[in-house]
């Protein structure tokens, strides 16, 4: 390689040059678009247990900025396996949360089963899981 570089010296900077500006564009891209650490913050509202204790939903008010008005997301915990399940998103301040049986909840006057439903603003319906 030493004697190719010795050979081709303006080949090697311009290789070395796209290389370094290669490694500095996806480091912008994944500094931009993917690290987490930059989201909008989010304020834990309030937790609540199903009726079984099967289920514990916790509600999140995001602050988008200034620009942006507050949303509420709601993440459904199963306690057997411990997955997590973001079940409603909407437009919103405060959250009222009522459990109308062991896989019911009202969030804010939106049912759901947390089985297998959710609830997106954006799109003003219920719609099930199984459905996509």
Same mark, same amino acid.
């Given at each position: ?17 796209? &290389? ?7 480091? $912008? ?17 309030? =937790? ?9 939903? &916790? ?6 900025? $200034? &620009?942006?008005?507050?949303?509420? =997301? ?15 998103? $909407? ?24 089985? =297998? ?16």
């Amino acid at each position: 390689m030493g004697k190719w570089m010795k050979c081709h010296p303006v080949m090697t900077v311009v290789i070395g040059y796209f &290389t370094v500006l290669t490694v500095l564009a996806g480091f $912008a891209f994944y500094w931009l678009f993917i690290d987490m650490q930059y989201l909008p913050t989010e304020e834990r509202l309030l =937790s609540s247990r199903s009726p079984d204790g099967e289920y514990t939903l &916790t509600v999140y008010r995001n602050n988008g900025g $200034a &620009t942006v008005p507050y949303t509420l =997301s709601g993440e459904v915990t199963a306690a057997r396996t411990g997955k997590q399940t973001i079940i409603y998103w $909407a437009d919103g301040v405060e959250a009222e949360v009522e459990w109308s049986g062991e896989t019911n909840v009202r969030i804010n006057g939106v049912e759901l089963d947390v089985r =297998s439903e959710k609830y997106d603003y954006r799109r003003h319906r219920q719609e099930g899981t199984d459905t996509h």
